[in-house]
């Protein structure tokens, strides 16, 4: 899987609309930081418990709660935006067609080279209003379950912050060692036969039976070069076992 | 896009091995059934604050937290399951390679369909440890920015659990016979272990050295009921063949 785009996080904010729980506040304000957001406006919000904020941000987020801006109205905290991505859990025909949150970090991804984009969320019981929902040039659903389409603020935060990170980012830091080559998978097979056979573990009318399921399981597995010389240490202390039983 | 969810999320358990923070477990619960998920197991957790746990959960939730099963041990939680993802948050060598969480969707979307997977999360400011991780066929990373790696529990559960939910299902011919449990891997575990013993393989000085080894690749291979049963025939050669060599 290739993930090649290059979303500019640091032309993205996310705008949470007359939150509720100072909590909420500083859980957001680390998810986002998690995923590289590190730009965070409150919108209505008078009187903040800056403890709790502090607390649920934790002093790894610190910076981020910091610099959070305060304004009093919408409008006012989406001016400087070109573009504007609303989340809601309402769907219907009023509110326009809505995408999945991976589709819209893919929309996205080009924008934020050179605009500035808002992640606009509402607040954690009612949602965005279709009258806020009006500033918005595109509209995001995170899939949920039947049996409970209620998120916290803070894990749908994360989940489109993850999506934008996600679109951005290559494939983790992976590791893979070097594979065993087919030479050396041949001789580990062809040494396990001769184990087998000296152990009377293979069935001398059906040979490949066994060989063929061994070889099935080990070639699944995508051994590791050294892992091999592991198995055949394993061969080797099996052969002097027998060689010194019989001396 | 087309999101076809063909993952079996009733085989799906959420296993979180000792939990600091009681609110963690009521998020977690709420996070998963959000993603469809409602089977949740807590590992040494001894004393539960139930209050902390279903506020967090909300009363959406309280089925989940209501069901929930409590454990003393990991490999009692973990005995029952097929396949077992583990979410580390540090790479090496020493830890094998790891996935990326979409990755982890997409490969164990076909496995649900047979079989009972867990995922298995550690504290909350430690992680897993290389001995829990042992019990792991996968292992998956979140990415996240260089500034804040650190990841809230309850919102590395949503991550995981939002990408099982959205996966789509490779390709429906696909079938994944039945994988050994837990309880059968361990069980040939020991046995390799105390042939290895008995052949000399395993140096007494290192003796968990060569089991961490060949555990790595075995538990990657997600070995089939049969196969573990094939192992352990070969085992049961090794050891007749010495005790013949003897008598």
């Not at 919108?43 to 709790?52: F, G, I, Q, T």
């Not at 991505?85 to 893919?106: F, I, Q, Y």
């Not at 060989?211 to 050294?226: I, W």
């Amino acid at each position: 899987m290739i993930f090649n785009c290059a979303v500019k996080t640091e032309n993205i904010t996310v705008v949470l609309n007359r939150p509720k729980y100072a909590g909420n506040i500083g859980s957001v304000a680390r998810c986002a930081k998690n995923m590289g957001i590190e730009r965070l406006f409150v919108v209505d919000y008078s009187n903040p418990d800056m403890e709790a904020i502090k607390k649920m941000a934790t002093h790894f987020a610190a910076d981020v709660v910091e610099n959070m801006k305060y304004f009093n109205r919408l409008d006012e905290a989406l001016s400087d935006f070109h573009y504007v991505v609303g989340t809601t859990s309402r769907l219907g025909s009023v509110r326009g067609p809505v995408v999945h949150p991976r589709e819209m970090a893919e929309q996205i991804a080009d924008i934020t080279q050179n605009n500035k984009v808002a992640i606009l969320f509402g607040p954690e019981d009612a949602g965005l209003t279709n009258d806020e929902l009006k500033y918005c040039h595109l509209l995001v659903t995170i899939p949920t379950s039947d049996d409970l389409k209620s998120i916290n603020l803070s894990h749908a935060v994360m989940i489109l912050c993850y999506e934008i990170f996600t679109a951005c980012t290559p494939s983790p830091e992976r590791f893979t060692p070097k594979l065993a080559t087919s030479a050396e998978l041949e001789g580990t097979y062809d040494h396990l036969k001769e184990v087998f056979v000296k152990i009377g573990f293979i069935n001398l009318e059906k040979p490949d039976y066994w060989m063929t399921n061994v070889r099935r399981f080990l070639s699944r597995t995508k051994l590791f070069s050294k892992e091999v010389q592991i198995i055949r240490g394993i061969c080797r202390s099996v052969e002097r076992s027998i060689e010194n039983k019989r001396t």
